[in-house]
């Protein structure tokens, strides 16, 4: 570890990894933390439970706002262990001078989305501290939720299973770039963001059963097959025609040397099947985006490793991002 945090230590990537493993990891060792899920499962298999914190800048974006982030960050790492949500708590640091308007549309979409989980806020807190303590305004949610369907984890993934992607990659990072930096896009580029229960649910009440599902966020579908590979000890391999990105992501990715594979995602989520199963998951995830694809198999060609396909018949290792590509992204 270096001697101080750098804005790379929350990239999602290797730094990020290598903070949570020899700083918190060290510390709070036990065997459910040592799994690495998106949520925690307790309570004999029937619980998920996960928290996460939302510092994104701009607050109000292209397709959702730091409000609906909060609820689908939280409630889609609780689907993503095949259980749906139903309880929240809501934490909120908010900065002296913060106007009521923006906090009051900033809550709505909070209960918006909410009602599209069927899940409640039970529980909060408050904290108001002075200007120029934090940047406007921090959100931090922790969720409980029924698991439906026992035995998803990263951790199963084997070389019975291929891998599927949800739809098409990078909406979100690229969303928050342009808005950021005042980018005008003659286009309807917006956010992924939404919340991933109402598909899973669709998958477990057609009795897919699942190995194992991941959304891609900080790090991107990058970050998210490198964990895959590693704690399952496995090796991916993912041919890179299959990755639908749009023209508008491409199109900013080439102008600013990007990599669609590690930008940030929010309502993007892999998942790894038994090859049987492979062709009526697609049925299900095309209803609801027309980019949804296999985009690879398992094997044990070299264990813990990523290998792209490209189109032109070479292969190269998809590395673990390092460096901060976009602080302040979620």
């Not at 299973?161 to 770039?177: K, M, N, P, Q, Y």
Request: charged share 25%; proline share 2%.
């Amino acid at each position: 570890m270096t001697k101080t945090i750098s804005l790379a230590h929350g990239n999602g990537g290797a730094e990020n990894n290598e903070l949570i493993r020899d700083v918190f990891y060290k510390a709070f060792k036990n065997d459910i933390l040592d799994k690495s899920e998106d949520a925690a499962i307790i309570e004999g298999g029937r619980l998920a439970f996960s928290t996460d914190s939302f510092t994104v800048t701009p607050l109000f974006f292209a397709g959702a706002d730091i409000g609906k982030l909060a609820v689908c960050g939280t409630c889609n790492d609780l689907a993503m262990m095949g259980a749906k949500p139903k309880y929240l708590t809501c934490s909120v640091i908010i900065e002296e001078g913060f106007e009521t308007r923006e906090l009051e549309k900033i809550v709505r979409s909070m209960k918006k989305e909410l009602e599209v989980n069927g899940a409640i806020v039970v529980s909060g807190d408050t904290k108001v501290v002075p200007r120029g303590s934090v940047d406007k305004i921090f959100i931090n949610t922790t969720g409980i939720g029924e698991v439906l369907q026992e035995g998803i984890s990263s951790n199963n993934i084997s070389c019975d299973d291929v891998v599927l992607l949800s739809r098409d990659i990078g909406c979100h990072g690229a969303t928050i770039f342009a808005s950021r930096e005042g980018i005008e896009l003659s286009s309807s580029l917006m956010s992924d963001c939404t919340s991933l229960y109402p598909i899973v649910k669709s998958l477990i009440d057609e009795g897919i059963k699942i190995t194992a599902m991941r959304d891609a966020t900080r790090g991107g579908v990058s970050a998210a097959l490198n964990e895959w590979s590693k704690q399952s000890n496995i090796c991916i391999e993912i041919d890179e025609e299959k990755i639908a990105v749009s023209d508008e992501v491409m199109g900013l990715c080439e102008i600013l040397g990007f990599d669609a594979l590690s930008l940030a995602n929010e309502g993007t989520f892999l998942l790894a099947v038994k090859k049987e199963e492979a062709e009526k998951t697609m049925e299900i995830l095309k209803s609801y985006n027309k980019n949804a694809s296999i985009i690879g198999k398992v094997t044990d060609k070299h264990l813990k490793k990523v290998i792209i396909n490209s189109a032109w018949g070479t292969q190269r290792f998809l590395d673990v991002p390092t460096g901060e590509l976009l602080p302040r992204i979620c």
